[in-house]
């Protein structure tokens, strides 16, 4: 059953799981020296890497879940089942940082797509849970979804833009 209201701790694994992903991104390149691009491609590297495991975990509950509100996976389901790779592969190549047009072209598509989906079940106010982790933590789908595709797409546009000038 889905609430009707949330509170901080229904997200705490996402919670975690992103301040680990920054704490490591800051870490990775203070080490490997960089600046705010490599930061850039480093986080969404293991944003990608982490969240993609999850979802591999249990692929068949992912997309299952997952073709409850994106809208490609309602389509065409066995997309539920290629987009863990897809993340993990994204994420390899930030990680690796070879192929950045490819790469962040990808990851705006992608991530764009991924947004729509979520908004659209956000309009019609759908309670139901979100993808992100897989299904081996339960967190709402919220407008913090929302937000976390926004965010990977921005970030990806703005390397693009950093790229191209």
Known sequence: MIKERYT????????AIFTGIIILSILWVNAFQG???????????????????????NLKG???AYRMYDVIA????KYGYVYP??????????LIG??????NMVTLFVMSISAV???????????????CLGVVFKVPMTWVTLTEDLLMALMAGVMLLLILI
Request: glycine residues 8%; proline residues 3%; contains cysteine.
């Open 85 to 94: 790779f897809i993340e993990l592969a994204l994420g390899a190549l930030y």
């Open 8 to 15: 901080i701790k229904d997200f705490l694994p996402l919670i």
């Open 35 to 57: 600046g705010f691009m490599r930061w850039m491609e480093v986080f969404m590297g293991l944003f990608f890497v982490v969240f993609g495991f999850f979802k591999v975990f």
């Open 62 to 64: 992912f997309a299952d």
């Open 74 to 77: 309602m389509k065409y389901p």
């Open 98 to 103: 070879v192929f950045s047009l490819f790469t």
């Open 117 to 131: 989906g979520v908004y659209l079940k956000l309009k019609k106010k759908e309670k139901i849970m979100c993808a």
